[in-house]
């Protein structure tokens, strides 16, 4: 599931994520038990320099044990950087750098939806109106609600996931510059998954209606303009947005095998993507921003940046609760994520907001990469991080039986 390649559905989003807890600014947990600067691990109370360099040992053994190209990686405890290191090559000659920027995906959803819990603050919009407010043609739209579209219970299709007939076409052309309205033809021509509210069924389709609700509710400036303005800009975080191929410099490089060989993909068009403009490039710093100003909620008050996180849905693997997509994120055991996989990039952004932890994660594949084709390696080396530092709260969801 969400997995992106020619023989699996290709997604912006994976399946290992975030749990919700009741409250958030719980940094000064973080020691959890130990004493002064002590880190809590899985080796025990540990002082900064020594979980800084096991750190450094976990996030450089995972890239070279699973043969990625290159592996950036940044974590910080308490508002503190303990690992901001680039491994590897970006290409033959030119290593990988923490200031290089890549495609960041699905990570840009949750600040879409940050931004639909200020309009609702502001009352320009509730959770439960249904579509047909600003999207009367589109099929059910009297039964769909923005909260469905929020957490992926719509019942629509993606365009992507489950088509191998646009898989094709975007392989047979990877730089054609694919129009919204194409996307969402595609995608409702597919008929629906299920009725509203009644099955969890992830769709980029879901996020390229709820920027137009936004569009409509705010028509005065572009969506880039409003999430700049009241999400990023407040946060600090610097990205740059646009449906095109070119990736502002320092650019880490990307690769894939998806059309049966290994090649560069860093050129092809994102634009099958999230669509609405909302396609991003940024570097580690602005990932890691991202984990702990828009997975922690920071610019919304409290029943909203409580709610962001609230599972409303049902569980990602019927019969195994405790793992859910909420409002534009995932949530597992704890820890709060988004995972895109996206023309070669694969990355995680993720918040543990119980003990103040965030973790940034951007890899590419290598000739010689291990794992097999459409894994996203970068859960592999969240997941032995989180085995150090929260060994008890996997941020890895479960598997079906």
Known sequence: MFESKLRRPWRLIGLAAVCALATLGMAGQASAGCAGKAIATSEG??????VKKDLLE???GAKREQGLQALIARVD???KTFLRRAFGQSEAGVPARPNMRFRIGSMTIPALTTLVYQLRERGRLKLTDPISKWLPGLPGANRVTVRHLMNNTSGYYDWIQGNPDFVGRVLADPFRVWTDQELLRTALDRGTVCEPGTCFSYAHTNFLLLARIVRKV???GTLVSHLRKRVLRPLGIRLDFSRLAPIPGPTLQAYTTDRGVFEQSTGWSPSWGLGNGMLATGDIDAVARLAGGILGGRTLKGWARRDIAGQHGP?????KPGAYFAQGLIVVNGWRRQNPFFNGY???VALFPARGISVALEGTKGLHTTTPDGVNVTDEVLGRIAAYLTPEHSPLA????
Do not use: T
């Open 45 to 50: 109370c540990r002082n900064p320099a020594a």
């Open 398 to 401: 479960p598997r079906p039986d």
């Open 218 to 220: 705010l028509p005065q």
């Open 58 to 60: 976990i996030v450089s």
């Open 77 to 79: 405890i308490e508002g």
């Open 346 to 348: 694969m990355g995680n």
């Open 315 to 319: 569980d990602l693997v019927p019969g």
